[in-house]
Every structure is written in structure tokens, then in C-alpha cells.
């Protein structure tokens, strides 16, 4: 059996469209898949099981990335063809069912909108695939599991960024003596790149010895892995933020011009501080250390058992 599954350019939109992934993959356990998807979520899916192999699809002028997959993929009949992208292309290809999710915004979140497609509400979580040299490398980096805490203070936009002397802030509120995670260190993780270098770097100088740069160095299995050992993160709605939600680990997502009810982080511990003007272009700076912190502290107590 052949699935092709046509998924996200954008890292993010690629985390959320796991769940559906992990749902092909237990309904037909022996089926071969192949993830189409943009240069920079090639990682997502580097681990996933029963993956055939991975097309990557950097962006052509005239659209002539899609040709070099229908060259791809032409060729072959495929049982089971998914398509995220909401393009004709499904109906290019010789295939016994095809699933293509309808262009543009639609209201609720992505995550239904992802299980519409194949029926299934609830929709799937997200899921993170890492390795036994994954876990090996993030114990390494982050010695003793539990007792660090993953700052995402980048974005792919400077407007949905938080400023950094309130992630620093938030850091010392959480680890000060008496505080839910004392004494914890702090892993500052981001993508490649000056842009998220930059964005980071407050970050980082405040903190000194207390932070490890963790910044554009990883793979995104080793980030997953890396966000598995730590007991919270707090991020920017980023890509990241999708991924450690996907993990299990306790995700804080900070919300500013970026939709909330399209865009929260989705897995099992997870919560959000939306700013008060949100989805007001410049309102990232309404979100106050204070509403942070208590978000920050309902999560963490919502792991200790009663």
C-alpha cells in the first residue's frame, strides 16, 4: 500500500499535520508513505516510522516545484493521497481516494480542520519523532531530566516575538527559591539564522551561566528530544512552540498578532497568555509579565496529582 501525504512549508503547520500521519501509520501498519514537504520541515518527518522517503519541496517561480513532484510521483498509483496544500494536484495523480483540505481561512482551529478532513473528531494530537542518538545528544546537552526550562524567544515574524527582558523576568520569577521549578536551568532554543540569532541574544546575555545556546545548532529530531527532558516550555507562537507541545512537555504559547483560536499549541498539557489587544497587529506588547507568570504557574500546577 502507497500513501502520499502532501504537507506544510512551515515547520508549525508540519507539527500539527503529524497526528494525521500517526493515524495513517496504525490504520495500515504495512503501508509505505511518502511526506512531500517545504526545505525547512524536512525534519519533522525524519524520524517518522514507515516513511518511505521525503520529497522536499523548495518553492520554484511559476509553480514548477509541483511539476517536480508530479515527476516524482506520476508514475506510481497510490492507494491513500492527502493534501494539505489545498491544491488540483491530488487529482493529477492516479489514486484510489483522495483527501484535500479546502484553501484558505476557515474559523476553529487547524487541528480540527486537519481531522475534518478524514473524519475524525477528536482530531489526533501531534506527535514528536526522535531517536535513541537524539535522546542521547539532548541527556548531554540538558544533564538531569526535569529540571530545565526551554525558552523559545524567536519567531518567524518580530512582531509575534515577547520582549526579552520579560522572558527573562518570567525565567527568575519561575526558578527563585520557593518558586514551582527552583533552581531550574534555562535551554534558549530558536532556528537558524542571524534573524533568530538576534532575537535570542538579550536573551542569553541576561541569563550568562544559568542558559545553554541551543539556538539554530540542532535538528529538529534533537530539538524534540531536547524539549522532552524539560519540564516546561515557554514560547512565541512559533514552530517550536507546535513541536514541544507535541513532545508531552508542558507548552506556554504567548500570543500576540497571531489567532489563538487557529493557532494554539494542541497536545495534552498545554496553555496560552494571549496579549489584550490580540489579534491586534502591535498588541505583543500588552501581554504583561504578570498574566505570563500566572499562566505559567495554573500549567505547572496542573501536572502535580492531586
Same mark, same amino acid.
Given at each position: 500500500?502507497?500513501?502520499?501525504?502532501?504537507?506544510?512549508?512551515?515547520?508549525?503547520?508540519?507539527?500539527?499535520?503529524?497526528?494525521?500521519?500517526?493515524?495513517?501509520?496504525?490504520?495500515?501498519?504495512?503501508?509505505?508513505?511518502?511526506?512531500?514537504?517545504?526545505?525547512?520541515?524536512?525534519?519533522?518527518?525524519?524520524?517518522?516510522?514507515?516513511?518511505?522517503?521525503?520529497?522536499?519541496?523548495?518553492?520554484?517561480?511559476?509553480?514548477?516545484?509541483?511539476?517536480?513532484?508530479?515527476?516524482?510521483?506520476?508514475?506510481?498509483?497510490?492507494?491513500?493521497?492527502?493534501?494539505?496544500?489545498?491544491?488540483?494536484?491530488?487529482?493529477?495523480?492516479?489514486?484510489?481516494?483522495?483527501?484535500?483540505?479546502?484553501?484558505?481561512?476557515?474559523?476553529?482551529?487547524?487541528?480540527?480542520?486537519?481531522?475534518?478532513?478524514?473524519?475524525?473528531?477528536?482530531? *489526533?494530537?501531534? &506527535?514528536?519523532? +526522535?531517536?535513541? #542518538?537524539? %535522546?542521547?545528544? !539532548?541527556? $548531554?546537552?540538558? =544533564?538531569?531530566?526535569?529540571?530545565?526550562?526551554?525558552?523559545?524567544?524567536?519567531?518567524?515574524?518580530?512582531?509575534?516575538?515577547?520582549?526579552?527582558?520579560?522572558?527573562?523576568?518570567?525565567?527568575?520569577?519561575?526558578?527563585?527559591?520557593?518558586?514551582?521549578?527552583?533552581?531550574?536551568?534555562?535551554?534558549?532554543?530558536?532556528?537558524?539564522?542571524?534573524?533568530?540569532?538576534?532575537?535570542?541574544?538579550?536573551?542569553?546575555?541576561?541569563?550568562?551561566?544559568?542558559?545553554?545556546?541551543?539556538?539554530?545548532?540542532?535538528?529538529?529530531?534533537?530539538?524534540?528530544?531536547?524539549?522532552?527532558?524539560?519540564?516546561?516550555?515557554?514560547?512565541?507562537?512559533?514552530?517550536?512552540?507546535?513541536?514541544?507541545?507535541?513532545?508531552?512537555?508542558?507548552?506556554?504559547?504567548?500570543?500576540? *498578532?497571531?489567532? &489563538?483560536?487557529? +493557532?494554539?499549541? #494542541?497536545? %495534552?498539557?498545554? !496553555?496560552? $497568555?494571549?496579549? =489584550?489587544?490580540?489579534?491586534?497587529?502591535?498588541?505583543?506588547?500588552?501581554?504583561?509579565?504578570?498574566?505570563?507568570?500566572?499562566?505559567?504557574?495554573?500549567?505547572?500546577?496542573?501536572?502535580?496529582?492531586?
Amino acid at each position: 500500500m502507497r500513501i502520499l501525504f502532501i504537507s506544510s512549508t512551515r515547520i508549525g503547520d508540519a507539527v500539527l499535520s503529524t497526528g494525521l500521519l500517526d493515524h495513517l501509520i496504525r490504520t495500515y501498519p504495512q503501508a509505505k508513505l511518502v511526506v512531500a514537504c517545504g526545505p525547512v520541515a524536512e525534519g519533522v518527518f525524519a524520524r517518522m516510522p514507515n516513511r518511505a522517503w521525503t520529497i522536499v519541496l523548495a518553492k520554484r517561480r511559476y509553480r514548477l516545484h509541483w511539476l517536480e513532484l508530479w515527476r516524482a510521483v506520476a508514475g506510481q498509483r497510490w492507494d491513500i493521497v492527502v493534501d494539505l496544500r489545498g491544491s488540483a494536484f491530488a487529482w493529477m495523480v492516479r489514486a484510489r481516494r483522495r483527501y484535500v483540505l479546502r484553501g484558505g481561512r476557515q474559523p476553529g482551529h487547524r487541528l480540527a480542520h486537519l481531522g475534518a478532513l478524514l473524519g475524525l473528531d477528536p482530531p *489526533p494530537l501531534p &506527535v514528536a519523532w +526522535y531517536n535513541a #542518538a537524539d %535522546r542521547a545528544r !539532548a541527556a $548531554a546537552l540538558l =544533564p538531569g531530566e526535569g529540571v530545565w526550562i526551554a525558552l523559545g524567544p524567536t519567531a518567524n515574524w518580530d512582531r509575534k516575538v515577547w520582549p526579552a527582558e520579560r522572558f527573562v523576568a518570567l525565567y527568575r520569577a519561575l526558578t527563585a527559591p520557593g518558586a514551582p521549578l527552583a533552581g531550574a536551568r534555562a535551554a534558549i532554543l530558536g532556528g537558524p539564522g542571524p534573524q533568530e540569532r538576534a532575537m535570542a541574544a538579550p536573551v542569553l546575555a541576561a541569563l550568562g551561566e544559568r542558559a545553554v545556546d541551543l539556538v539554530g545548532t540542532l535538528s529538529l529530531p534533537e530539538v524534540a528530544a531536547v524539549l522532552a527532558r524539560c519540564a516546561l516550555f515557554v514560547g512565541n507562537d512559533s514552530g517550536l512552540m507546535h513541536l514541544s507541545a507535541a513532545t508531552g512537555t508542558p507548552t506556554l504559547g504567548l500570543f500576540g *498578532p497571531s489567532r &489563538v483560536e487557529e +493557532y494554539a499549541p #494542541a497536545g %495534552r498539557h498545554v !496553555a496560552t $497568555a494571549v496579549a =489584550p489587544d490580540s489579534p491586534g497587529l502591535d498588541s505583543m506588547p500588552g501581554l504583561t509579565l504578570a498574566a505570563a507568570l500566572a499562566a505559567a504557574e495554573r500549567l505547572l500546577a496542573a501536572q502535580v496529582p492531586a
